[in-house]
């Protein structure tokens, strides 16, 4: 299982990404490996409205309301959770959206995340050591 941060979901959308490809690739591979947190959607859609336009935004939400991907609707212990983590490390300053993609990683077992975050990400030593994709590819 894959869970995906925001800025992976975004390059596998816009193919002028510079990692649109590597992800491409790699969702293509195995798309039901993927799992995308509730709390990424928000970040997604104002991010591909804003720069790809109504019509890409379009597509995605219609990508995602005839389930094309997975969604981690989540659970209050996905926020305790995240919350723990965002304690932990303080100093990171992670956010709500980091640290519930973090948590719903630990809590599905995944064996990766698909995150450009890799300062943030790779920071954080979370159950199970999970990837980071596409740096561990």
Excluded: N
């Excluded at 390059?11 to 039901?32: I, Q, W």
């Excluded at 094309?68 to 209050?76: K, P």
């Excluded at 926020?79 to 980091?98: F, K, P, S, T």
């Amino acid at each position: 299982m894959i869970v995906a941060d925001t800025g992976a979901v975004y390059a596998l959308v816009d193919s002028r990404d510079r990692h649109h490809r590597t992800l491409r690739a790699l969702f293509e591979s195995d798309p039901d490996a993927w799992v995308l947190p509730w709390a990424i959607l928000p970040e997604v859609d104002y991010l591909v409205g804003k720069r790809l336009g109504a019509k890409v935004e379009e597509a995605f939400l219609g990508d995602l309301a005839e389930e094309r991907f997975a969604v981690a609707w989540g659970d209050e212990g996905d926020l305790m959770e995240a919350h723990r983590i965002c304690q932990r490390h303080r100093a990171l300053r992670l956010g709500l959206v980091d640290a519930v993609v973090m948590a719903v990683s630990e809590r599905l077992e995944a064996a990766a995340i698909a995150t450009l975050d890799v300062r943030d990400f790779g920071a954080v030593k979370l159950r199970g050591e999970p990837k980071l994709y596409p740096r561990d590819l």
